[in-house]
């Protein structure tokens, strides 16, 4: 496995410049078409490369500045894969909102399209000597996580264990390959759902039947499995959180708040993503 660039990391997703979110509305309302975009996120892109740069940093992202949402700008692009029309719900105080767009699994889940290559390619001719490019994608535990199995077709699927997790590991795997074929040595898988975990009702939620928490890691296994041998796993570090790690990681922080010092200061807590193996 490759080693990380470096002892300390950052996710990667940056606040987006305000000529790249009036782009995105003058793209929304037909005003600029999709190259012209483009042409607009390639130049925010080699900015923030740049700023990455200039402070050190030895991993390098495009700041996430050509997705709209995290997970789903990713899951989406898996087939089987279809996500709802955002609905407007009301807050406590009146206000109105867009909900998040709801994911659903409406077939069996495959991988039908390099979804990271074109974009990868484009971070790699920006970024200088000495540093190591970093692609940043969703675990594959938040296709499934939000939805549990109300959210996954059972004429698709009418058991989960293994087609499902199986389906899920090989369409990571192949977008593994692609990337490590491309000279990617980094990626990261983010799994943002798992630090529901921390709290009790959200346990008890995924205790329910379809819901049990111990599953939300078998596509990682599953994605070990079918790695073996691979190039793929050589070359691609993935890396996502498990419940033990999110408890260990809130145990070393309340020793260091103790003992008066911050991760900062040295003695920083053990790293949480120690890849797919783990």
Known sequence: MTQLPARFDHVGSFLRPQYLLEAREQKAK?????????AVEDKAIAEIVKFQEDVGLKSITDGEFRRTYFHID????????????????QRPDGTQELAPPVMRVIDKVRHVKDIQLADFQY?????????????????????H??????GISKDAYPELDPAFYDDVAKAYGDELRSLAAAGCT????????????????????ARQPGRRSGRAAAPLRRLHQQGRGAKARRHVAGHALV????????????????????????????????????
């Open 145 to 150: 996580f939000r939805g549990g199995r109300a």
């Open 30 to 38: 037909g005003d600029i078409t999709p190259e012209q975009l483009r």
């Open 123 to 143: 971070l790699k001719s920006q970024v200088g000597a000495g540093r190591t490019p970093k692609v940043t994608i969703p675990s594959p535990t938040m296709l």
């Open 186 to 205: 980094y990626v990261q898988m983010d799994d943002t759902n798992l630090a529901y975990l921390c709290d009790e009702k959200m346990r008890e939620a």
């Open 74 to 89: 990713f899951l989406e692009q898996i087939g089987g894969v279809k996500t709802d029309i955002p609905v407007t719900i």
């Open 243 to 278: 419940p033990w790690q999110l408890q260990e990681h809130a145990c070393c922080g309340r020793q260091l708040r103790a003992r008066g010092r911050g991760p900062a200061q040295g003695n920083e807590p053990r790293r949480l993503f120690h890849g797919v193996r783990r």
